[in-house]
């Protein structure tokens, strides 16, 4: 099995290797088991039942709930040379005979459809007399109340496992709790399902929450020179969403608005445009995104915060579904805070504004977080991290630290004396010994942790329990009204034997902007050739009437800039080129690099080492080549040193001549070497302890990305 589910792999998607946990359970599905599988977007999730469908006699139903979704996964699987199609309401009579007379003949491997179709008794009558490879159930947190985007219509789905008890069921998901977990398995009847959870990291994100202060002025910073770029921004109201829309394309920007309130005709209009390159930004409710299999979406920019960390989790994972670098930003405001809870607030069912309003405060939790904001976000998950990710806004510019360790001492006791059942609120009134009745009527007074944390702030303490929170010491509950527990590693903390470091709050009133540029191209991609390939993709896609990333994502377009193939042996060995690709493309695009590298002029200069004309990084490396100070480049590009560091780091990454030591003092280099030696190339937080002070974290960063390309 192994072998032929490989040779799928390479021949028909062009990929070399699967990605853990794939194989296993691609295996487990073609061998007939139900799997629940729980992924983080961009990470391979459809290859889990496409591949299994090709192996299983029958035809692999696949329930997915948007139409322009469906029609995506449909689009690539035909180039890919897979008989795929789509059974929904956007079809017109003939082509749904069509399919239907392909289903009965057993000519097709994958069907989409909806949920709703799925489930009307004429169909399931039709799928009855078929042979079934397998159900696939797409974004199955739509099952589970638990889940940030519950659709009634998913919950009927439960009954396939009643009517169809020997078909393999695989469910999918990128976003779920452990609770939403459960209550999928629940729902779904598939009880002992093989569940693979893994991870919800997605490392090629820079995730920035800056301050919300003059918004629009914000975004307008955050997209300049990103013009090229492909981008989201989402914000909470219709009214929101055409304001700033109307006001980006006033400022020069190639936006359009989508909700749910426009004509269908102006949402699909939208939608097609931005799929097929021809916009480059969509204002947008989060009507729009979950149909959207997009891989080249560089940033997603939330102009108001989110009201859940789920939603947050999936929306922020539209960006970057091709592994290149992308950012996330979000304008965090207590504004936000009180519109959220108003449109929570309006629902007419108690259960569900109480789940909501609980992640609503996780969401704010997050936003407010002065530890790394990736481990802040993997914990929610239950995806406990010891490391911080180097690839935030706290991690490449941490607020004060001090240590914690007494503090975090009295509030794990205080959660484990009231019996890890009771919400922070509570927690912090017995920490600060407040006098309420409940407090009295349960005799928390009596506890020997009441009142020992009376020297701090409700506010204060409130910032500590987030931060034990994230950092993975205490657990929060929310199917328990958010109750507080603790966590293995909290013990160790109670008995003195780990030292707990936490971030002060950062002063609002001075909070800096910040973007942290990053190339869309690639490291080592000649920028230009990347063009000149996107060029010739764009002209095919528009040729077929299907959206550029259908005939490569702009990972494969990398790679080629990168190894530039001169054949077609060559160009098979470019991830995401499968032979029917290569049948259908190939010669255009050796075309394209052939013709590119004969018009190449010689010579060694910064335009051949894959940065673009116009990139920031160009004004950086001349400053430093004219013998600058780190603050004098600084000073000169307007922004901060360690925005100037990013920048020397990428160049010597690229080939460029970068001696990252000579901005540091040459008495701090030993001391900092020596931390590397004996621990690695960890965070910055983690190197920094135990140092003098004089030692500033552009220092240690210097020094550790000299000393990481250190042959």
């Not at 920031?616 to 100070?629: H, V």
């Amino acid at each position: 099995m192994i072998n032929t589910i490989q040779h799928t792999l390479k021949t028909v998607f062009g990929f070399h290797g699967f990605r853990p946990p794939q194989q296993e359970v691609i295996e487990r599905v073609v061998a007939g088991e139900d799997v629940f599988l729980v992924m983080p977007t961009g990470g391979g999730k459809s290859l889990c039942y496409q591949i299994p469908a090709l192996h299983r006699a029958g035809v692999a139903i696949v329930v997915s709930p948007l139409i322009s979704l469906m029609k995506d996964q449909v689009d690539a699987l035909l180039a890919n040379g897979v008989r795929a199609a789509c059974f929904n309401s956007s079809l017109s009579n003939d082509e749904a005979r069509t399919v239907s007379r392909q289903m009965e003949k057993g000519e097709l491997d994958l069907l989409y459809v909806a949920p709703e179709r799925l489930m009307q008794p004429e169909f399931l009558e039709r799928l009855a007399t078929l042979k079934l490879a397998l159900f696939a159930i797409d974004e199955a947190h739509c099952i589970s109340q638990w889940g940030h985007d519950f659709r009634p219509d998913y919950v009927q789905i439960g009954r396939l496992r009643g009517l169809f008890p020997v078909v393999p069921i695989v469910a999918m998901t990128a976003t779920a709790d452990p609770e939403t977990r459960r209550d999928i398995i629940r729902q779904l009847g598939i009880e002992q399902a093989t569940v693979y959870v893994a991870g919800f990291d997605r490392p090629n994100i820079t995730y920035t929450v800056m301050p919300k202060q003059k918004p629009f002025a914000q975004l307008g910073a955050f997209l300049n020179g990103r013009r090229a770029e492909a981008g989201i921004v989402y914000a909470l109201s219709r009214k929101r969403v055409e304001q700033v829309a109307e006001r980006l394309n006033a400022a020069g920007f190639a936006a359009a608005a989508y909700h749910a309130g426009l004509p269908d005709e102006e949402r699909r209009r939208v939608q097609d445009a931005f799929r097929r390159d021809d916009l480059r930004i969509v204002v947008a409710t989060v009507a729009f995104g979950m149909g959207i299999d997009k891989p080249n979406v560089r940033f997603v920019v939330h102009y108001d915060m989110p009201k859940s960390v789920e939603s947050y989790y999936q929306e922020t994972g539209r960006a970057g579904r091709d592994g290149l670098p992308s950012e996330a930003l979000m304008l965090f405001g207590m504004g936000d805070v009180m519109t959220a809870r108003s449109l929570i607030e309006n629902s007419d069912n108690p259960e569900r504004v109480r789940i909501e309003l609980q992640k609503l405060n996780a969401m704010v939790a997050y936003a407010e977080a002065l530890t790394c904001r990736r481990r802040a976000l993997l914990a929610y998950f239950g995806d406990q991290r010891d490391h911080d990710c180097d690839n935030c806004d706290i991690c490449t510019d941490p607020p004060q630290r001090f240590d914690a360790s007494e503090l975090a001492r009295k509030a794990i006791s205080c959660v484990y004396r009231v019996g890890e059942r009771f919400g922070a609120r509570h927690i912090i009134d017995v920490l600060r010994g407040a006098r309420g009745q409940r407090i009295l009527d349960l005799r928390h007074n009596e506890l020997s942790t009441y009142g020992i944390g009376a020297e701090l702030s409700s506010a204060e303490w409130d910032n500590i329990i987030r931060q034990l929170i994230h950092l993975g010491y205490l657990v929060q509950d929310f199917s328990r009204f958010g109750a507080l527990g603790l966590s293995p590693s909290a013990r160790p903390v109670l008995k003195g034997e780990t030292r707990v470091t936490l971030g002060r709050p950062r002063d609002v009133a001075k909070a800096e902007e910040k973007s942290r540029r990053k190339s869309g191209a690639g490291e080592g991609a000649h920028s230009a050739l990347f063009e000149a390939l996107r060029t010739v993709r764009k002209q095919i896609a528009d040729a077929a009437s299907v959206p550029p990333f259908v005939v490569f994502s702009d990972a494969t377009l990398v790679e080629m800039a990168k190894g530039r193939p001169r054949d077609e042996r060559e160009l098979l060995s470019i991830t995401g080129v499968g032979e029917h690709k290569l049948r259908r493309y190939g010669v255009q695009f050796l075309t394209a690099i052939d013709e590119f590298r004969r018009s190449e002029a010689p010579g060694g200069d910064i335009s051949d080492s894959g940065l673009s004309l116009n990139d920031t990084r160009r004004d950086t490396f001349r400053l430093y080549q004219q013998g600058l100070s780190l603050a004098e480049i600084a000073a000169r590009r307007g922004l901060k040193e360690l925005t100037v560091v990013s920048h020397l780091e990428e160049l010597l990454a690229s080939g460029q001549h970068i001696d990252l030591q000579r901005f540091v003092d040459a008495d701090k280099i030993p001391l900092i070497e020596a931390r590397l030696e004996a621990l690695g190339a960890v965070s910055l937080t983690v190197l920094k302890d135990g140092l003098p002070e004089s030692i500033s974290y552009c220092d240690l960063r210097l020094v550790r990305g000299a000393w990481s390309n250190h042959p």
